[in-house]
């Protein structure tokens, strides 16, 4: 298994639902991160977690907040969003090895839409 | 502070050559990425460098020079599959520093 997945492909939720996104590999990759993009944008990091730990968090709002319940599995839970959090979410995976070539790979992320 | 330029857009005709240029300033240097992304998908690794030199990979190659903070990424036998983003990412100094994103050159594919 050489793929990142994501669930759902597409959400459009309120301001005051609660929704999660998941994400998953099973290439025993020990870091995963959370993008979001808007259209014609890089993606802008917002949480990374090496070895199921959070190591970094971009000054994300905490209507935004990311889980890692095991190795493979990273979700982010999202409440009371606002309209401007419409975007295409990504989650990567590296190895985080010894190896300083800690390539991210892609999952075909989530585009999330908030009336 | 960090920054990666990168021209917006760049337009090029099947069957050609293009090379996409990428400047950059950070604290440190542990590698620069090229990733594709097609309108409305994710990001594909193309390359990766860390040292000084040409790194070549089918139709994609790829050139790295430290000194000069410069990187760039050589296309041939251009196909229209190939019209999307390509994307500059330098990891910074540390080993757990964060990938920093260029905002992308959307290469266009003229027949």
């Known amino acids: 298994d050489t793929e990142v997945t994501q669930t759902p492909k597409h959400l459009v939720m309120g301001m005051t639902n609660k929704k999660s996104l998941k994400c998953e590999q099973h290439m025993g990759h020990r870091a995963m991160y959370w993008y979001k993009q808007k259209a014609k944008k890089p993606p802008e990091l917002m949480f990374v977690y090496s070895y199921e730990k959070l190591s970094i968090n971009e000054s994300v709002p905490s209507r935004f907040s990311p889980e890692c319940p095991n190795s493979s599995l990273l979700n982010l839970h999202l409440h009371a969003l606002q309209p401007e959090d419409s975007a295409l979410y990504l989650c990567?995976?590296?190895?985080?090895?010894?190896?300083?070539?800690?390539?991210?790979?892609f999952g075909p992320g989530t585009r999330l839409t908030v009336l | 502070g960090q920054n990666i330029d990168q021209p917006t857009e760049m337009t090029a005709t099947e069957g050609a050559i293009v090379q996409i240029n990428c400047t950059y300033q950070t604290s440190g240097f542990n590698g620069l990425f090229w990733y594709q992304q097609h309108a409305g998908e994710a990001p594909t690794f193309l390359s990766y460098n860390v040292l000084d030199g040409l790194e070549e990979k089918g139709r994609f190659s790829s050139f790295l020079s430290r000194s000069k903070g410069y990187s760039y990424l050589l296309l041939k036998e251009l196909q229209m599959k190939d019209s999307a983003s390509y994307l500059c990412a330098v990891r910074g100094g540390n080993r757990d520093d964060k990938i920093i994103f260029g905002k992308g050159t959307r290469l266009h594919i003229l027949p």
């Open positions: 990567a995976s590296s190895p985080a090895g010894e190896s300083a070539t800690d390539t991210q790979y």
